[in-house]
């Protein structure tokens, strides 16, 4: 089974993204491993909305060791097995929580051994200019992209575009980074899906 790493910083929709392209790939239902920092691995059942309400945030660092889902990915014939994993977040320096700084440890050491890499970025806080100090974009993100470049399967998904008003912070993005993939999605509203989907099949075969 390939695995498929969602990474980025916290509170940039990763959680969401984990729960809602599990329903919009055809999951009913969702069966959570979750992998304690003390290294028991435990199984919950919920519905979307209460994975919703139990997993996802309006605070950072809601996330703070590893859970996973298996999906079928839809081929041509048949389906393909892949386990899409979510972490915690990352950020810059040493984090004063022990346990999170765990997490951080122990989704790093996922991002070494997953077979395609799903970069999340929050889009609304890039830098609409080259070299504005404002630039959310700091180097945790940078690192990323840079191990990205030695990865075969790397995308950089721009989240949260519903609430972008205007497309010059995207273009910048783009402009930025050329020699990688980016998705402009919007989780809340499913917009980009469709891509990444094809994305993680057109990969899944060659990693
Ligand atoms: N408007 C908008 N909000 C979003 C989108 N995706 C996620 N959010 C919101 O962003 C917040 C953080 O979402 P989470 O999924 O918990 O983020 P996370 O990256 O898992 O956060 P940590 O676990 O803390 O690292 C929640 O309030 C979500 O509802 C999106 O596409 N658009
Ligand atoms: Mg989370």
């Not at 239902?29 to 996802?56: M, P, W």
């Not at 721009?158 to 995207?170: E, F, G, V, Y």
């Not at 509203?189 to 057109?202: L, P, T, V």
């Amino acid at each position: 089974m390939k695995k498929c790493l969602i990474i980025g910083k916290p509170h940039v929709g990763k959680t969401l993204f984990f729960i809602l392209f599990s329903k919009y790939l055809g999951l009913k239902e969702l069966l959570v491993e979750q992998n304690l920092l003390n290294g028991d691995r435990i199984h919950k059942l919920y519905t979307f909305e209460e994975a919703i309400k139990s997993l996802c945030a309006s605070k950072p660092f809601k996330t703070q060791y590893l859970q996973s889902i298996d999906l079928n990915l839809p081929l041509l014939k048949g389906n393909m097995k892949l386990q899409l994993v979510d972490g915690t977040g990352l950020t810059e320096g040493i984090h004063g929580d022990v346990s999170i700084r765990r997490g951080m440890v122990q989704t790093l050491a996922a991002l070494y051994e997953c077979d395609i890499i799903l970069h999340m970025i929050d889009i609304n806080s890039y830098a609409a200019e080259p070299n504005d100090t404002m630039n959310g974009f700091g180097c945790t993100d940078i690192q990323l992209t840079q191990y990205g470049l030695s990865h075969q399967a790397y995308v950089i998904l721009a989240n949260k575009i519903d609430l972008l008003d205007s497309r010059t912070k995207l273009a910048q993005l783009q402009l930025d980074y050329p020699q990688h993939t980016i998705i402009p999605i919007s989780t809340l509203s499913g917009q980009g899906f469709n891509e990444i989907k094809a994305y993680c099949r057109f990969k899944s075969k060659y990693v």
